[in-house]
Structure formats: C-alpha cells, structure tokens
C-alpha cells in the first residue's frame, strides 16, 4: 500500500530551543499511526506541521503528495485535524458549529450531516445548547464531529484521550478503529502506550527530537528483546539455590513472593532450555513457569533509560 | 469566488456571535440612542453653536463618536478568535485565510450601521430636521461607511497586536475621544491653538463637515474628497498591516 504521509528529516526549534532534530517516517494509507512521546516531546509541534499551521526549519513532508510548506491548500483539501485542546466556537451551539464547519466545506444538505453527527456522538441533547456549556467529554466529541464532517482522508487526533474518563476513552477507541477500518489514515499521538499498542498498526516513539524506535507493536517488542521467565519453587532455600545457579543472567527476586525469581534473557528458546537444563540437572523442583513478553511499557523506558544513560 | 462565499459564512458567524454579546448590542443600540438624547436634549438647551438647531448640528458627531465606541466589540471578537483553538481549526482547512477577519470586519459594519440608523432615528424624535434628498442620503451612507470600514480595520489590529480582549478593548480608547476634538460638537472657529489646528486637520472634521452639510443641504466644499481620501487611505494601511500582523501571528 501506498504512503500517504511521508516525513523526512524534519526539524524544528523555537529561539534556541530544538524540539525536533530530524524526525522520519511513513505513514500508509488507511492505516492508524501513533506518535508516543512523554510531556514536550515535541509530538504538537510535529502535529501543527504536518497541518500546516507552522513551518518546519528543515526537512521535507507530503501529505497525499503535496508539500506541506510548498502547497498548504491542497494538504489541507485532504486532511482534518483535532488539536490537543477542543476547537469549537464556544458562542455557537453545537448544531451551529457542526454546520458552521459544513458551509465552509461546501457540503450539501448542511442540516442533515449535522444531525447525523450530533447522534453519533451522543450530542442530541445538548445541539441546541452553547458548547460554552458543555463538558470537557461532550466538547471534545463535538471537536471530533466537527473534523469528520466531509469524510476527510486524514485525520489527526492529538492526544484524542487525554482528559476522558475511562467509558469516553473506550468510545473514542472504537471510533478510530472504525474510521480507519472505513479507509481514513488516522495520526494520533499519545502519551500512554497501552493506547498505541491497542489502536496503532504502527507506533514511533519520540524521544529528545528524534524517532528512537517505531514499527508495529509487535516489531517493537523484538526490537529490545528482554524478555524472560518468571519461577515459583516450593521453598524459599530452592529460590536462592536456583538464583545461585543462573548467575550468569540478570536474576531479580520477586518482591511480594520470596519463592519466586524472575530470570531475564534473550526471549529466545535456546536460553529458556538452558534455564531449565541448569535447574533439572540440579534437581530443583520447579513449581510453576511462566514466559514474560516484555510490555510496550518496558520498550518505553528501555528506550528512554539507555539515551539518558548515554 | 472562494474567498467571497467562505467571508459570507464568516460573517454570517459573527452576526450571530454578536446577538449572543449583550455588551455589544448595548454598545450598538442602547448607548447611542441615550447620548443621542442626552445631547440633544439636555446640552442642546445650553450649547450655542451659531446654528438654528443643535441636534442638526451634532448628529453627525454623535454617530461617529458611536461607531468608534461600538467598534470595540470587533477588537474584542479577533482578539478572542486569535487566542483560542478555533483560529487553528479554520487554518487548517482549505478556505481562504482572512475570511474570519472579513467576517468580523462585515458583521462591525453591519452593527455600526444599525448604530447610525438608530441614532438618527432618535434625533428625528427629538427634533433632528434634515434637508437630503435621497441621493444625498445614499452620498452620506457611502460616507458613512467607509468610515466604519476604517475604524474596524483599525480595531481589527488591536484586536491582533493585544494580549487579552481586555486590552484590546482598551487600545481603542483613544478614537473615543478623538470625534470631541473636531467639528462634531462645536465649530472648530470656536477653539483655539493647538486644539484648533488638530480639530482642523484631522479626519474625522472633513467626514463630519461632509455629512452635516448634506444632511442640511449646505454646500460640502472640499470636505467630501477629503472625507473620501481619508477614510479609503486608513482602509488600505490597516488592511495591510492587518493582513501583515495575522501573518506574523500565526507564522
Ligand atoms: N510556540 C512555541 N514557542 C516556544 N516553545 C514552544 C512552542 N511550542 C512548543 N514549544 C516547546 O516545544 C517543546 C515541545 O512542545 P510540544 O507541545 O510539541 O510537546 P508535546 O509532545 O505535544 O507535549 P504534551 O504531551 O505536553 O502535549 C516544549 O518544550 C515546548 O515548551
Ligand atoms: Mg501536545
């Protein structure tokens, strides 16, 4: 499939600050990115490029192949974008800016789309009402009905959960797997990585100005294969026994168990056979196996403890 | 044309935006109606300034001093668009960049023309006499205005170059006071010094000359050009500078 996002070294800086230092990817059509990054990592600030409402110091982007610096028109034809913070007029009722945003698409039978919209984000109740009034949930909804009118190919969606109490954040993850199961490419960024690992068919961490691991969730877990075995014995003296005998891998014991260690290794089986090869030939009883894959959380702080360690 | 259609949508945007603000329909209805009455009234009985009747003398000075006052709501609508979220949700669509500020523009006229209506209205009640036909009247709405067009596009930069809609209210102050030193109020013979040479040369006394002497069929002189190159010059320069700061801004 092809690219419809394609990102080369872009870098940005305000005064002397440099937020992004030569950030890359490819996004392809139809599917759900999402840009993780902790607090000011610069995930906003890739987002208001790529939308076109700043300009990068260098690097090159395309959206559906128009320059985001060069053609700003023509990406915004194809694109639709959700900022961290809701962008509704808050003087107008919800129906009002639903076909505020319908007559400057130029869509027909404004009226209706919004209705349609106003129920499918459970905005009935409240259409008539100025978004003044509105909760933080029901302003971000109409934010997002706002940007879906017109079935625009791309959407951004910075930070869409952020905010939300757990039942609106299941909504609003059923939403983008829907969109994107429509066709739309969907660009989300997030903090929280259990999001991106649950929506995205590709993830980039930002971390300090630059892409420090991307790929699909699973692609991400093999990067920095650390995985491992957790092992529960009948007593506490065969644990220290068996922690004496693996020295040669990182052994950490467990802190609410005493009868269990956990043994890191590479993930893979032959160290996993090894393992229990050591313990057989020792004749330690194990009473219960479990394989730990490590989690997109491990990858994370992997990620960021070894640059800051650098 | 992009541009017109997507303005039209703005303005219809701020028209409504405008009926929800008690402050500016305070601003472009009541307020004017009472100074139109105060001053015809109460300071009419006491002010002697050579004509037969002051309310035929003021109105023209009382729309104008109205218009600037009322224009604060347009420094305060672009100032509150320019700092929230929805700027960037209009920039980030394929629609033409200053429409929102045209809309704003066109909803100020709109609210100023009301004023001006309204203002003559009352001075008609209390005694306002005027001697224009109607193409008098069509010269005088032109006039008119252009001189809203002006005074917004002025409160359109304040509205742009301000921090908070507070001081972008504030940064109109000084066109309050500028319509008391011309000839709205009093002959400008009357004053002396530097108030005289400033209440001479300045716009707002050629678009007050040029709209009293038309209201009272009086000859306009050379204040009808001059009213006219005022206001068009202060359109062009705050239109561009206008244009040229929300750039900046949003760079
Ligand atoms: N307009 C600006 N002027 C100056 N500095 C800015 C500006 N916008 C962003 N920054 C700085 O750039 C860095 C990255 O900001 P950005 O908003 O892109 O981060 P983020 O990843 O979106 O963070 P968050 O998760 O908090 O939203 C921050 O240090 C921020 O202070
Ligand atoms: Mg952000």
């Known amino acids: ?108 039978n404004a009226t209706q789309k919004a209705d349609e919209m106003l129920k499918a984000f459970r905005l009935e109740d409240a259409a008539n009402k100025q978004a003044s009034t509105y909760s933080g949930g029901m302003r971000r909804r109409l934010d997002i009905a706002m940007s879906l ?36 490419t969907v660009f989300l960024t997030t903090q929280y990585l259990e999001e991106a690992e649950y929506l995205a068919d590709h993830i980039a961490i930002l971390h300090e100005g630059k892409i420090t691991a991307e790929g699909t969730p699973d692609d991400l877990k093999t990067l920095l294969p650390r995985g491992g075995v957790q092992l529960t014995f009948n007593r506490t003296a065969e644990a220290k026994a068996a922690a004496e005998l693996l020295n040669e891998y990182p052994v950490t014991f467990d802190q609410e168990n005493p009868k269990t260690i956990d043994v890191t290794t590479d993930g893979c089986a032959a160290q996993f056979a090894n393992v229990l090869t050591i313990l057989t030939n020792a004749n330690i009883n194990i009473s219960q196996f479990t394989q730990k894959q490590p989690t997109l959380e491990d990858v994370f702080l992997t990620i960021i403890g070894e640059k800051e360690a650098q | 044309m992009r541009i017109i259609s997507d303005s039209y949508v703005m303005f219809k945007r701020s028209m409504k935006i405008s009926l929800r603000n008690p402050d500016a329909i305070a601003m472009a209805i009541i307020v004017p109606a009472f100074v139109m009455w105060l ?81 003559i209205g009352v001075a008609f009640i209390i005694g306002f006499r005027p001697e224009a036909f109607v193409a008098d009247w069509l010269l005088i709405a032109a006039i008119l205005i252009l001189f809203m067009l002006a005074i917004t596009w002025l409160a359109v930069i304040c509205g742009l170059v301000a921090k908070t809609p507070e001081s972008a209210g504030s940064m109109m102050g000084p066109l309050f006071i500028l319509p008391f030193l011309s000839s709205g109020f ?23 000359n040029s709209t009293r002497a038309l209201m009272l069929n009086t000859p306009t002189e050379n204040a009808l050009p001059l009213s006219l190159i005022w206001s068009v010059g202060i359109i062009i320069i705050a239109f561009a500078v206008a244009v040229q700061v929300y750039k900046r801004k949003l760079a």
Request: overall charge positive; charged content about 20%; hydrophobic content about 40%.
């Open chain 1, 1 to 108: 499939m092809e690219n419809i996002i394609s990102v080369k070294s872009l870098e940005k800086s305000f005064k002397k600050h440099q937020v992004l230092k030569g950030v890359s990817f490819e996004i392809k059509k139809g599917s759900i990115f999402a840009l993780l990054g902790s607090n000011g990592a610069g995930k906003t600030t890739a987002v208001r490029i790529l939308s076109t409402l700043s300009k990068p110091d260098g690097g090159k982007a395309t959206i559906c192949g128009h320059d985001v610096v060069r053609h700003p028109h023509q990406v915004r034809e194809c694109i639709s974008l959700t900022g961290q913070y809701a962008a509704v007029d808050e003087v107008l009722t919800g129906r009002e800016n639903l076909k505020l945003i319908a007559s400057l698409k130029h869509l027909p």
């Open chain 1, 149 to 184: 009118m017109g079935n625009p190919q791309i959407i951004f969606l910075d930070e869409p959960t952020t905010g939300l109490d757990p039942q609106n954040r299941i909504a609003m993850w059923d939403m983008v797997k829907e969109l994107a199961e429509n066709g739309t």
């Open chain 2, 39 to 119: 001053f015809g009234t109460v300071f009419g009985n006491i002010t002697d300034v050579g004509y037969d009747n002051y309310i035929n003398f003021i109105v023209p000075g009382i729309i104008l001093q109205a218009v600037c006052q009322a224009t604060t709501a347009a420094a305060i609508t672009v100032n509150n668009d320019i700092n929230k979220g929805i700027i960037d949700r209009f920039r980030s669509m394929p629609i033409s960049k200053s429409a929102v500020l045209i809309g704003h523009v066109l909803a100020s006229v709109a609210r100023n023309t009301l004023t001006a209506a309204i203002i």
């Open chain 2, 186 to 208: 009093a002959p400008t013979e009357t004053m002396t010094g530097a108030v005289r040479w400033f209440a001479e040369n300045q716009p707002m006394t050629p678009i007050i």
